[in-house]
């Protein structure tokens, strides 16, 4: 496994993904290597956790985990541990190299002049993010190119992704979305003392604050709405410390937004089980894992009608049309003063996105197409 930033860890979507994917591969008798970057949380040195820790190889459930060589600095991170995992990988000699994300693709040319079958999930289009410049950009649709043309097999997280890559290159694509399973919700008790929240008594988003998460969008409705609901923006910032900021000043205006910064543990779990509504109002996505898990977790959601979120919820949640912040003020509103509403997609949620998406059959398919059998 390439691509990710550390195992375990959640500083990202695609943490999420390879961790299941890779753990439950071991699980499975598969060995499994995964190619940590060396370095710091991304939202901080002050979150590092313990797979920031370590310089030297180590055992994580069944998973052989490597750190590699990482210039830790915006936009060279994801090249420079990407590379260098590459060329540890092929002088390992594996069955498949599993790249993930656009830019970690970059050295996937290497692994396939090589002779090494290589496996590409696009899990976004990452080239349109907003917080990288020009040449990052240029790089991250190399990457994409690179998966394109040299990959064996590329996975994609979406239909919209899928008609893409056949539009755009001609290039087939294997459709595997990522799995969810069910969370047990947990009562208040950190959030209380940290938060000063309650059940129900507040909006929840929770992600990287960038700009194609649209938190901007969700600030701005939420201040012309008269609630006596909080508004919780959970987490951190990923390479994007100046729209950071800007966040940080829209918030300070109304006493009812909480900033959090960067959550795990009991306390993530707790935001996500006693939120009154769960609001996603991205620009851009992958597949989010944070509207799986909120939904596994029972919860109202509310997203933008991007296909990447439209697709996920399908008609077990509110979408509002991405971009209009008028929109998104009505829809929500609307399900603010709407408590029956909200209960009847809390009921549904859990059981929706569990029987919707599956790890186990996302582990099976994915083997499969390594041993080119799919």
């Known amino acids: 496994m390439v691509g990710h930033k550390r195992i375990p860890s959640r500083e990202g979507g695609i943490e999420i993904v390879v961790e299941e994917l890779a753990t439950r591969m071991a699980a499975h008798g598969e060995r499994v290597v995964a190619y940590n970057r060396k370095g710091h949380n991304v939202a901080g040195a002050q979150y590092d956790g313990s797979a920031n820790q370590h310089d030297a190889p180590y055992i994580y459930k069944g998973v052989r985990v490597v750190p590699v060589t990482t210039i830790d600095a915006k936009g060279l991170a994801a090249l420079s541990s990407s590379f260098f995992a590459t060329l540890k990988a092929i002088k390992?000699?594996?069955?498949?190299?599993h790249y993930h994300a656009e830019g970690p693709c970059v050295p996937l040319r290497l692994a396939h002049w090589m002779g090494i079958r290589?496996?590409?999930?696009i899990h976004g289009l990452d080239w349109q993010r907003a917080k990288w410049g020009r040449f990052a950009s240029m790089y991250l649709k190399l990457g994409e190119r690179t998966a394109a043309k040299c990959a064996d097999e590329v996975i994609v997280l979406s239909r919209n992704v899928q008609r893409y890559f056949k539009d755009t290159y001609g290039r087939d694509t294997r459709f595997i979305p990522n799995g969810i399973e069910r969370h047990q919700p947990v009562p208040v008790q950190e959030i209380a003392e940290r938060f000063g929240l309650a059940k129900d008594d507040y909006v929840l988003f929770l992600g990287r604050i960038v700009p194609e998460k649209g938190v901007h969008y969700l600030i701005e409705a939420f201040k012309r709405l008269g609630t006596d609901k909080k508004l919780v923006i959970a987490g951190g910032s990923s390479d994007s410390s100046e729209y950071y900021e800007q966040i940080k000043a829209a918030a300070a205006?109304?006493?009812?937004?909480?900033?959090t910064g960067f959550i795990e543990g009991r306390t993530l779990e707790e935001l996500y089980s006693n939120a009154y509504l769960y609001v996603l109002p991205s620009d851009l996505e992958g597949m989010p894992m944070s509207l799986l898990e909120a939904m596994s977790y029972g919860n109202a959601c509310l997203t933008s009608d991007i296909p990447e979120c439209a697709e996920v919820v399908g008609d077990h949640a509110v979408t509002f049309r991405h971009g209009d912040v008028d929109d998104l003020h009505d829809q929500l509103g609307d399900l603010l003063s709407d408590s029956n509403r909200v209960a009847k997609l809390k009921a549904e949620a859990a059981d929706y996105i569990t029987n919707k998406y599956d790890w186990d059959q996302v582990v099976d398919q994915t083997l499969a197409l390594y041993r080119g059998e799919a």
């Open 253 to 259: 205006e109304d006493p009812r937004i909480i900033l």
């Open 118 to 121: 290589t496996v590409a999930t």
């Open 92 to 97: 390992a000699r594996p069955d498949v190299i």
